[in-house]
C-alpha cells in the first residue's frame, strides 16, 4: 500500500511569488493535514481538510491556503512569499479526522525562500 | 489547553545503552490519544505507537517499550539496547478537540 507522497520534495523561491504543494493520501483515507516544520517554531498545525472540507485551521495568516479534491488529494498555496516562509511543509493523512485517528506523515516538501 | 512538553532537548547514549524519552502532557478532555513518532533525517515523521486515554497498559515491541501514567500525565519512551539507527528527532503527540498538538522533539544521538 503506497504511503503519503507529497510533491515536489524541494522549491526555491523568492519573495512575492506563491507556491502550491501537493498531497496524496493513503488510500481510502479521507483526512488529509498540512504541518509547517521551522527549527524556531517546531510542528505547527496549519490546516485539516476532511470529505473535501475543512475542518480546523491553525494560527496562520490568510496568505496560506489548503483545498481537498474528491479523490481525497490536496492541495496547499501560499501567496505573496516571506523569507519567514522557508520551511518543511508535512502532509499527513488518516482515515478519519486527525483527532481520533492515527495520522501517517509523507517525507515533506522543503520550501526555500530567497 | 492542550499542551505537549519534551523537557530533555537532546541528549546522546552510547550504543547498547538504554534511553527514557519523557513525555509530559495537558489536556481538559477525558477522551484523548497519546503518540510517539520520529523522524529521521530524512524528514518523514514516522509513526511508532498510539494509546488511547482508556489504555493505561505499559506496552512493549522490540527494543521500544512506552509507559503511560494518568496520574502523573505522562508518556515516557524507552528503548532498550540503543542503536545508530534510533538517532533521530523523537515527538510526542496529543490529539484532542479538534487539533493535533505536538511537543517540540528530542534528538536522540547514538554514539557508536
Known amino acids: 500500500k503506497a504511503g503519503v507522497t507529497q510533491t515536489p520534495r524541494y522549491l526555491i523561491k523568492t519573495r512575492g511569488q506563491q507556491v502550491t504543494l501537493s498531497c496524496s493520501p493513503i488510500?481510502?483515507?479521507?483526512?488529509v493535514s498540512w504541518y509547517q516544520q521551522t527549527p524556531g517554531q517546531g510542528l505547527q498545525f496549519l490546516f485539516e481538510?476532511?470529505?473535501?472540507?475543512?475542518?480546523n485551521k491553525g494560527n496562520f495568516p490568510g496568505r496560506f491556503s489548503g483545498r481537498q479534491f474528491s479523490n481525497s488529494r490536496s492541495e496547499m498555496n501560499v501567496s505573496t512569499l516571506e523569507l519567514g516562509d522557508s520551511a518543511l511543509y508535512l502532509c499527513?493523512?488518516?482515515?478519519?479526522?486527525?483527532?481520533?485517528?492515527?495520522?501517517?506523515f509523507g517525507s515533506g516538501t522543503r520550501l526555500t525562500v530567497l | 489547553a492542550q499542551k505537549v512538553t519534551q523537557a530533555q532537548t537532546e541528549i546522546s547514549v552510547v550504543e547498547k545503552e538504554d534511553v527514557t524519552l519523557d513525555c509530559v502532557y495537558e489536556?481538559?478532555?477525558?477522551?484523548?490519544?497519546l503518540f510517539w513518532y520520529k523522524q529521521p533525517p530524512s524528514g518523514e515523521l514516522v509513526f511508532l505507537i498510539r494509546?488511547?486515554?482508556?489504555?493505561?497498559q505499559n506496552e512493549i515491541s522490540g527494543r521500544y517499550s512506552w509507559n503511560f501514567q494518568k496520574s502523573t500525565s505522562s508518556f515516557n519512551f524507552t528503548i532498550t539496547a540503543s542503536q545508530v539507527v534510533d538517532s533521530a528527532v523523537y515527538f510526542c503527540?496529543?490529539?484532542?478537540?479538534?487539533?493535533?498538538?505536538f511537543g517540540t522533539g528530542t534528538s536522540l544521538t547514538v554514539i557508536p
Open positions: 499527513a493523512s488518516s482515515y478519519g479526522p486527525s483527532s481520533t485517528d492515527t495520522q501517517y
Open positions: 488510500s481510502g483515507h479521507r483526512s
Open positions: 481538510y476532511f470529505s473535501e472540507t475543512q475542518r
Open positions: 489536556t481538559r478532555d477525558t477522551t484523548y490519544y
Open positions: 494509546r488511547n486515554s482508556f489504555d493505561e
Open positions: 503527540a496529543l490529539s484532542g478537540g479538534n487539533q493535533f498538538y
